[in-house]
C-alpha cells in the first residue's frame, strides 16, 4: 500500500524510455514499462517458426536452428544428426551449442542500448530474470537447454576503453546475478581482453574476425577441465564468441555453450526464401559430406 501511495505521488520511470508511468503508459515489470517490455515478443526459436507458416509453402523446406551454431537452416535432421548446417559441417566451431533468446530488434535492441550505453544498472537484475527464465523454462517454452552440465559462467569481456567508457561491466553484473540464481560459479578473471580493439559494433564481415583474432587471455587454471557457459549480450555475426571460445578451448576448458540475449538475424530471414534449386544444391553437398 504504502509502495503504490509513493507511486502516485512520485511516479516511476521506466529504464528504457525515461517515461513516466501513468496517464496511459502502464507498468510492464518492476523496471520497465509495458510498452517496452521485451516479454511481450516471441522467442527467436518462436518466431522462426512464424516465418516458416507466412513464407514457406513446401513443408520440406521448413527452417530449423542449427545444433551447434543455433542458425537458421535448412531441415536436414534426417542427413545430419545432430542437425547442423553447412558451415558448421566444413568448419566445426570451438563451441558445442549457441542460443539466443529474442531476434535483435524493437524493444530487445532498445532494452540492451539503455543498459549497455545509457548505463541504466538496474536492469541487470530484469535482464538476468528473463535470461533465468528462458533457461529454466516455462508452461508454454522449453528450456532453451534442455539439458546442461555448466561448471562455470563466464561473461565476454569488453576492451579496456569500453569498460572506461561505460564504468562498469554490464555482462559481468548479469553473471554474477545469473550465478546466484543457477546456483554454478562465475568469474571474470577466467577470460579477459588482451588488447584494445575497436568495437564490434562499428565493424562488419571479416573485420570482425580479424579484430578478434588474439583479443582473449586466459587464466588456464580457472578454465582447464572445466564445462563453461560464455554468457554475451548480442551475437551478430559470431566473430567475438567464435575467438573467446578458440581460446577457452585451447587453455584446456573440456567444453563451452554459449547464450546471448538476442541476435541479428535478418539476414537468416531473407534465407527463408531461398529457391527450391539452391536447396538441392546446398543438401548433395550435405550428403556427400555425410
Not at 104 to 125: D, F, G, H, M, S
Not at 157 to 183: C, Y
Request: hydrophobic letters at 40%; proline letters at 6%; aromatic letters at 8%.
Amino acid at each position: 500500500m504504502w509502495n503504490e501511495f509513493l507511486d502516485f505521488i512520485f511516479p516511476p520511470t521506466c529504464l528504457v524510455c525515461g517515461k513516466r508511468w501513468g496517464l496511459g503508459l502502464d507498468r510492464g515489470s518492476s523496471v520497465v514499462c509495458s510498452r517496452c517490455d521485451p516479454l511481450a515478443m516471441p522467442y527467436l526459436d518462436d518466431l522462426v517458426t512464424q516465418w516458416n507458416s507466412e513464407l514457406l509453402t513446401d513443408p520440406s523446406a521448413h527452417q530449423l536452428f542449427c545444433d551447434r551454431c543455433g542458425e537458421v537452416t535448412t531441415s536436414w535432421g534426417t542427413i545430419t544428426q545432430p542437425r547442423l548446417c553447412v558451415p558448421c559441417v566444413l568448419w566445426p566451431p570451438p563451441f558445442r551449442r549457441v542460443r539466443s533468446l529474442w531476434r535483435y530488434a524493437n524493444q530487445v535492441a532498445e532494452l540492451i542500448k539503455a543498459y549497455k550505453y545509457r548505463t541504466r544498472r538496474p536492469l541487470a537484475k530484469y535482464i538476468t530474470a528473463v535470461v533465468a527464465t528462458a533457461l529454466q523454462g516455462t508452461e508454454s517454452h522449453p528450456p532453451l537447454f534442455p539439458e546442461h552440465d555448466w561448471e562455470l559462467i563466464v561473461p565476454l569481456p569488453s576492451s579496456d576503453e569500453m569498460l572506461r567508457q561505460r564504468g562498469f561491466n554490464h555482462m559481468g553484473q548479469v553473471a554474477r546475478a545469473l550465478s546466484r540464481k543457477l546456483g554454478i560459479p562465475n568469474t571474470v578473471a577466467a577470460l579477459t581482453s588482451s588488447r584494445n580493439r575497436a568495437p564490434q559494433v562499428s565493424l562488419i564481415g571479416k573485420a570482425r574476425y580479424d579484430n578478434v583474432t588474439a583479443a582473449f587471455q586466459v587464466n588456464e587454471s580457472i578454465v582447464s577441465g572445466r564445462v563453461i557457459l560464455v554468457l554475451d549480450d548480442v551475437m551478430t555475426t559470431g566473430a567475438s564468441v567464435w575467438g573467446a571460445a578458440s581460446a577457452l578451448n585451447e587453455a584446456g576448458a573440456s567444453a563451452i555453450d554459449v547464450l546471448t540475449v538476442a541476435r541479428a538475424v535478418d539476414f537468416h530471414h531473407q534465407r527463408l526464401s531461398r529457391s527450391k534449386e539452391q536447396r538441392a544444391i546446398v543438401q548433395e553437398l550435405v550428403e556427400n559430406l555425410c
